[in-house]
């Protein structure tokens, strides 16, 4: 048992926010912080896994992506789009020419990120993941990012509700390792579409109670993405920023 000021030198770096890629979304006071649970949702294909891996290359901390739900050539034309600039399409072709080397140095480049790419992890396989990444670094991520929870598999965790055991899962692995944990997510109803700003009750099978933080993404026109702060436990809720947003070039940058 601790008292307040001893449980935070306890702690250590709980709560210590990581470095921000996006200023729009820490002027608001969001931040994503070791030690919690983050969920980011969003309707299929509207950016959740480019908001992610934009966060994960640029914010420059140690990282496991656990992509479960997209493969590994996908990953390296986002990566490879992320890091240099150039359109995906290009990319892709210049690998399909065996011209690939530009884009293998760029992201060789890269070595705070592994990638797991299991479809269907359970929670043995991540906790093995995770601690196999804290033996070879000398220390745990400070980001985990799955992607996503439908893909993890909960049958080792509960006969009953089992997304609820996932997220619990989910939630004390953060608090296990001071990490980050990022947690993408899918949207029910008319916001699959990406076209509405969704609320906190479009989340599929309603896992707003255990996060400390929920992002909602939507595409509001051409050229942007919108990000629905729904959930924040540190700083304001009920606000909307925008991010600069060209798919096929893979990278967010805030609005000017």
């Known amino acids: 048992m601790f008292t307040l000021a001893r449980a935070r030198r306890a702690m250590g770096d709980a709560g210590e926010p990581l470095p921000p890629v996006f200023r729009t979304l820490a002027a608001r006071d969001f931040h994503f912080r070791r030690g919690q649970l983050v969920a980011v949702a969003a309707g299929p294909g509207v950016g959740k896994s480019i908001l992610s891996q934009n966060i994960a290359q640029r914010s420059r901390c140690p990282t496991l992506y656990f992509s479960a739900d997209s493969?590994?050539?996908?990953?390296?034309?986002r990566g490879a789009a992320i890091a240099t600039g150039h359109n995906m399409k290009d990319i892709e072709r210049s690998v399909n020419a065996g011209q690939a080397t530009y884009y293998d140095n760029a992201l060789n480049a890269?070595?705070?990120?592994?990638y797991?790419?299991?479809p269907s992890p359970n929670a043995d396989d991540i906790d093995e993941a995770v601690d196999a990444f804290a033996l070879v670094y000398g220390e745990y991520p400070h980001l985990i990012v799955i992607d996503n929870?439908?893909?993890?598999?909960a049958d080792d965790l509960a006969e009953t509700n089992k997304i609820e055991a996932v997220m619990l899962f989910l939630k004390t692995l953060a608090h296990r390792t001071n990490s980050c944990v990022v947690m993408l997510h899918h949207l029910t109803?008319?916001?699959?579409?990406?076209?509405?700003?969704?609320?906190m009750s479009?989340?599929?099978?309603?896992?707003d109670k255990i996060p400390e933080g929920i992002l909602m993404l939507w595409i509001p026109g051409h050229g942007s993405l919108g990000v629905n702060v729904v959930k924040n436990r540190t700083g304001e809720r009920d606000v909307q920023v925008y991010l600069e947003y060209a798919p096929a070039y893979a990278r967010l940058e805030d609005l000017k």
């Open 149 to 153: 929870l439908k893909n993890v598999d």
């Open 202 to 207: 479009a989340l599929i099978d309603k896992v």
């Open 189 to 199: 109803g008319q916001y699959t579409d990406g076209k509405t700003m969704p609320p």
């Open 116 to 118: 797991d790419y299991n």
């Open 110 to 114: 890269i070595q705070h990120i592994r």
């Open 71 to 77: 493969d590994a050539f996908t990953m390296y034309l």
